[in-house]
């Protein structure tokens, strides 16, 4: 079972490296004993996404449901013959995940399926599910059996989380409506989609950004450099989409090239290394 739950793990991390070189990047930046539970949370977290997102023309509600529900088998037996789902068990019974983060996880989901707009509670509870929530079971990782430092540092990992997913919004504001018909702002018309509004957003979103900081700051030196690249990241891709005009925005898909990506990341190691984290 050892040897089965390594190789689970290892798949975890290969989702990874084929998805998001940038989170696989952050990731190598823990320390060793963090990574696996890390990729096994991204691998969990990508195939749910992928059923949502990906398989137009499958049953994607069955599809999620049966997903789901294999999920929860996997944890309560403590394995399962899809990698992925074991890997994540692993990390679920090893470092006490609790089941109501998942919960929220699945919900979101969910919504994706459901819903094409979103009200001011909508917009809020699947922002909780689908990225405050891998925030905090990140976390969970960092702070194994750490109860009162993990509740302290809780609010800053879920503005990241909040941060990261509306970024994401904003990157992916034309293909979500157009491929998905989705429009997760509240009230956003996207034909209508002016400079104003976009600069609220943007403001909204330098708003979490600044509130997370200082729990970063917090975290302890074996995770804090792969969570503050990540951080890193994201701002750099935040001041990016600010340059766009909206009609732009609806039309590409920012990224931060692979050389900014090598230059975040010596400057995040020299930051990190002398303390001078902003």
């Given at each position: 079972?050892?040897?089965?739950?390594?190789n689970?793990l290892?798949?975890?991390?290969i989702?990874t490296r084929?998805?998001s070189?940038?989170?696989?990047?952050g990731?190598?930046?823990?320390?060793?004993?963090?990574r696996?539970?890390?990729?096994?949370?991204?691998?969990?977290?990508?195939?749910?996404?992928e059923i949502?997102?990906?398989?137009?023309?499958k049953?994607?509600?069955?599809?999620?449901?049966?997903?789901?529900?294999?999920?929860?088998?996997?944890?309560e037996?403590g394995?399962?013959?899809?990698?992925i789902l074991?890997?994540?068990?692993?990390?679920?019974n090893?470092?006490?995940?609790?089941?109501?983060l998942?919960?929220a996880?699945?919900r979101?989901?969910?919504m994706?399926?459901?819903?094409?707009r979103y009200?001011?509670?909508?917009?809020q509870?699947?922002?909780?599910g689908?990225?405050?929530?891998?925030?905090?079971?990140c976390?969970?990782?960092f702070?194994?059996?750490?109860?009162?430092?993990?509740?302290?540092l809780?609010?800053?990992a879920?503005?990241?989380?909040?941060?990261?997913?509306?970024?994401?919004?904003?990157?992916?504001?034309?293909?979500?409506?157009h491929e998905r018909?989705?429009v997760?702002?509240p009230?956003l018309?996207t034909?209508?989609?002016?400079?104003e509004?976009?600069?609220?957003?943007?403001?909204?979103?330098?708003?979490?950004?600044?509130e997370?900081?200082p729990?970063i700051?917090?975290?302890?030196?074996?995770?804090r450099?792969g969570?503050?690249?990540?951080?890193?990241?994201?701002l750099?891709?935040?001041?990016?989409?600010?340059?766009?005009g909206p009609?732009?925005?609806?039309?590409?898909r920012?990224?931060?090239?692979?050389?900014?990506?090598?230059?975040?990341?010596?400057?995040?190691y020299?930051r990190n290394?002398s303390?001078?984290?902003?």
């Amino acid at each position: 079972m050892d040897l089965y739950t390594r190789n689970a793990l290892n798949c975890g991390e290969i989702t990874t490296r084929n998805y998001s070189t940038s989170f696989s990047m952050g990731v190598r930046t823990l320390s060793r004993e963090y990574r696996p539970a890390i990729y096994a949370i991204y691998g969990f977290v990508r195939f749910a996404d992928e059923i949502v997102d990906t398989f137009h023309d499958k049953d994607k509600d069955g599809l999620l449901k049966d997903f789901r529900q294999r999920t929860y088998a996997a944890i309560e037996e403590g394995m399962s013959t899809n990698p992925i789902l074991h890997g994540f068990q692993w990390v679920v019974n090893t470092y006490g995940i609790g089941r109501e983060l998942i919960d929220a996880f699945m919900r979101s989901m969910e919504m994706d399926l459901e819903k094409k707009r979103y009200s001011s509670r909508e917009y809020q509870e699947y922002i909780y599910g689908s990225a405050e929530v891998v925030g905090l079971m990140c976390l969970r990782v960092f702070y194994a059996g750490k109860e009162e430092e993990y509740r302290r540092l809780m609010p800053s990992a879920r503005k990241l989380g909040e941060a990261f997913q509306k970024v994401n919004f904003l990157r992916d504001i034309g293909a979500d409506q157009h491929e998905r018909g989705r429009v997760y702002f509240p009230g956003l018309d996207t034909g209508h989609f002016s400079s104003e509004t976009k600069s609220r957003i943007e403001q909204e979103i330098a708003n979490d950004f600044r509130e997370a900081l200082p729990g970063i700051r917090s975290l302890h030196p074996e995770a804090r450099l792969g969570v503050y690249l990540a951080y890193r990241y994201y701002l750099e891709l935040l001041a990016g989409i600010r340059k766009a005009g909206p009609e732009q925005l609806q039309g590409q898909r920012f990224r931060v090239s692979n050389s900014k990506k090598l230059l975040l990341l010596v400057k995040c190691y020299l930051r990190n290394k002398s303390g001078w984290i902003h």
